[in-house]
């Protein structure tokens, strides 16, 4: 068994675990993030329907004509700062955070600052 494979079963295992405890309703739904070597992906979901409401990414359009010369961290503060306008637009305020096995650290700490920056409560 390879490293990077026994580091996706820990990441499969602490997801689990966190699946557990965090569940998204129509009420407080769930902000789910990803996180690829190059890319980050958010996107709020309700779990109760299986819905995606809104969504965000590094790959959208403005975000990465707007990244020439920016780190990583700074495109996830501005994917935050984006999944949370679109998600006013949506009427939702309120959500639980889901990091999705990663540690809260780098990326996924900039893209929740970012959300909280652009008016969401977690």
Same mark, same amino acid.
């Given at each position: 068994m390879s490293k990077s494979t026994k580091k996706y079963i820990r990441?499969?295992?602490?997801?689990?675990? /966190?699946? #557990?405890?965090v569940n998204g309703t129509a009420d407080r739904p769930r902000l789910s993030v990803f996180r690829s070597n190059k890319e980050i992906y958010a996107q709020i979901i309700n779990d109760i329907d299986g819905k995606t409401i809104v969504a965000a990414s590094s790959r959208s359009k403005d975000i990465s004509e707007a990244a020439n010369g920016k780190s990583k961290?700074? /495109?996830? #503060?501005?994917?935050?700062?984006?999944?949370a306008r679109k998600a006013k637009d949506a009427g939702v305020e309120v959500v639980v955070f889901d990091r999705n096995g990663y540690r809260f650290q780098g990326r996924v700490?900039?893209?929740?600052?970012g959300a909280r920056e652009g008016g969401l409560n977690f």
């Open positions: 990441r499969e295992r602490i997801k689990k675990g /966190i699946r #557990k405890r961290s700074q /495109i996830s #503060k501005e994917v935050g700062m984006d999944l700490a900039a893209l929740a600052e």
